[in-house]
């Protein structure tokens, strides 16, 4: 089992922007495919991001071409740049792993290890 933090949740007006950062701890060699997703006020947890360990990406199409999906395998980081964000956007952020080594899972999001999330209001 792994443990995420995220971090770099916060206020942000509408048209901004902003960096969600998760770091990873315990057994960090282990993850594979790393993800983030999100819950608005009554409604379920969505898709936005994954990434695998080579790279290889996937986003939700509501963020396609203004958010941006990274991480640093060498300090168990991952990253979410939000630009141009909208009202729309306001939700709490969560970051997701895999330790299963499934690479399919970056289009299943059958992820087994989760954050504690962290809360993104967007202005308008």
């Known amino acids: 089992q792994v443990q995420l933090v995220e971090s770099g949740g916060g206020w942000v007006q509408a048209g901004g922007s902003l960096r969600l950062s998760c770091a990873a701890s315990g057994r960090p060699f282990s993850i594979g495919v790393m993800g983030w997703f999100r819950q608005a006020p009554g409604l379920q947890r969505e898709f936005v991001a994954g990434?695998?360990?080579?790279?290889?990406?996937n986003y939700a199409d509501s963020v396609k071409g203004r958010f941006t999906i990274s991480r640093d395998n060498a300090r168990n980081r991952l990253y979410l740049q939000m630009n141009n964000v909208k009202p729309e956007d306001t939700a709490v952020y969560y970051c997701a792993a895999d330790t299963g080594g499934a690479s399919w899972v970056l289009y299943t999001h059958e992820y087994d290890s989760w954050g504690q999330g962290t809360l993104v209001t967007v202005s308008s």
């Open positions: 990434i695998t360990e080579g790279g290889s990406t």
